[in-house]
């Protein structure tokens, strides 16, 4: 087994179920994950914790969206990638969102193997594509 560097990796979303899956998906390929609900928690989340890549949803339900998020990020925390995840992610969207700073944007549901390529793209860590 190859031992490969540990990251810490933020998750945002207000679904459940998604904080769920995705934890247990990073967690697999050894990496510390940190969750939050809302854009509130989850700058708390960016301020204290400083995580190397953060997976925010477009579309939380309550406060700021995430694409709010991703400008707080870029201007605040500009060596951590961040990941926007949604259910709907027209090319505009995503064109638009790269163009802000965006390292990728995921279409749900996505599989793990997308998670772990787009860790891998920021961190240049190779070994975790495989």
């Known amino acids: 087994m190859v031992n490969t560097p540990s990251y810490k990796i933020?998750?945002?979303?207000d679904d459940k179920d998604i904080l769920y899956a995705l934890r247990r998906i990073i967690e697999?390929?050894?990496?510390?994950?940190y969750t939050a609900d809302s854009v509130a928690s989850g700058t708390d989340l960016l301020n204290s914790v400083n995580p190397?890549?953060?997976f925010c949803d477009m579309r939380l339900r309550e406060g700021l969206s995430g694409e709010d998020f991703l400008g707080y990020v870029t201007e605040h925390h500009p060596n951590t990638g961040i990941v926007m995840m949604?259910?709907?992610m027209p090319y505009s969207d995503k064109r638009r969102l790269e163009s802000g700073g965006a390292l990728a944007c995921l279409q749900k549901p996505f599989f793990g193997n997308?998670?772990?390529q787009v860790i891998s793209l920021h961190t240049g860590n190779t070994a975790l594509a495989a």
């Open 114 to 116: 997308d998670c772990k």
């Open 86 to 88: 949604s259910c709907s």
């Open 28 to 33: 697999r390929c050894g990496h510390t994950v």
């Open 52 to 54: 190397d890549i953060v």
């Open 10 to 13: 933020a998750v945002v979303d």
